[in-house]
Antibody, heavy 122, light 106 residues
Framework: EVRLVESGGVVVQPGGSLRLSCAAS????????MYWVRQAPGKGLEWVSL????????YYASSLRGRFTLSRDNSKDSLYLQMDSLRPEDTALYFC???????????????WGRGTMVTVSS | SYDLTQPPSVSVSPGQTASITCSGD??????ASWYQQRPGQSPLLLIY???NRPSGIPERFSGSNSGDTATLTISGTQTLDEADYYC?????????FGGGTKLIVL
């Protein structure tokens, strides 16, 4: 069974940092691009970032202004999102998701985790 | 930035056909995907590359994309189809989601 499990979401103060993780299983992780998508309470989906299957390519939503860094460890089947200079508007449920096809960075998101909640508040 | 526009809500009676639109500049030149999100659940891929259904998605879900509009059509709508629906496309290596449409089945 293909599975993605996010972790690391907590309550953090404005200006703080946090690292989210996503553990993958059930597929050949190193062959697939991976994504983070977030959803603020009661709001729609917002794309955050993607990393290519080979980790050479990363893209970010322009609204993040360089505060987030995405990485992956293919030896551990894991994805990481380093979040710095957090703001109240970063409060959201953060989902990780995988690309549908091997070797394609720009693709549909065919499997999603259950998400991890990040709350930025003093 | 590239924007995708969806109606906030669509209402349909059980057994009828629901159509949810997604509008964007020359969207027909891009591939559109559609996702269903039931309350408290993660999004589920319904349609990819405009018209294709992943395995396990019922045939009553179909998609089209031409000009500036992509459309998700749900035939024989069931009460369990009540959910939020999001379109998605790519623009300059950026993932873009529509604002979402709440499908009301009543």
């Amino acid at each position: 069974e293909v599975r993605l499990v996010e972790s690391g979401g907590v309550v953090v103060q404005p200006g703080g940092s946090l690292r989210l993780s996503c553990a993958a299983s059930g597929f050949t992780f190193e062959n697939f691009a991976m994504y983070w998508v977030r959803q603020a309470p009661g709001k729609g989906l917002e794309w955050v970032s993607l990393i290519g299957w080979d980790a050479r390519t990363t893209y970010y939503a322009s609204s993040l202004r360089g505060r987030f860094t995405l990485s992956r460890d293919n030896s551990k089947d894991s994805l990481y999102l380093q979040m710095d200079s957090l703001r109240p508007e970063d409060t959201a449920l953060y989902f990780c998701a995988k690309a549908q096809r091997e070797g394609f960075n720009l693709d549909a998101l065919d499997v999603w985790g259950r998400g991890t909640m990040v709350t930025v508040s003093s | 930035s590239y924007d995708l526009t969806q109606p906030p809500s669509v209402s349909v009676s059980p057994g009828q056909t629901a159509s949810i639109t997604c509008s964007g500049d020359k969207l027909g030149d891009k591939f559109a995907s559609w996702y269903q999100q039931r309350p408290g659940q993660s999004p589920l891929l319904l349609i990819y590359q405009d018209t294709n259904r992943p395995s396990g998605i019922p045939e009553r879900f179909s998609g089209s994309n031409s000009g500036d509009t992509a459309t998700l059509t749900i035939s024989g709508t069931q009460t369990l189809d009540e959910a939020d629906y999001y379109c998605q496309a790519w623009d300059s290596s950026t993932v873009v989601f529509g604002g979402g449409t709440k499908l009301i089945v009543l």
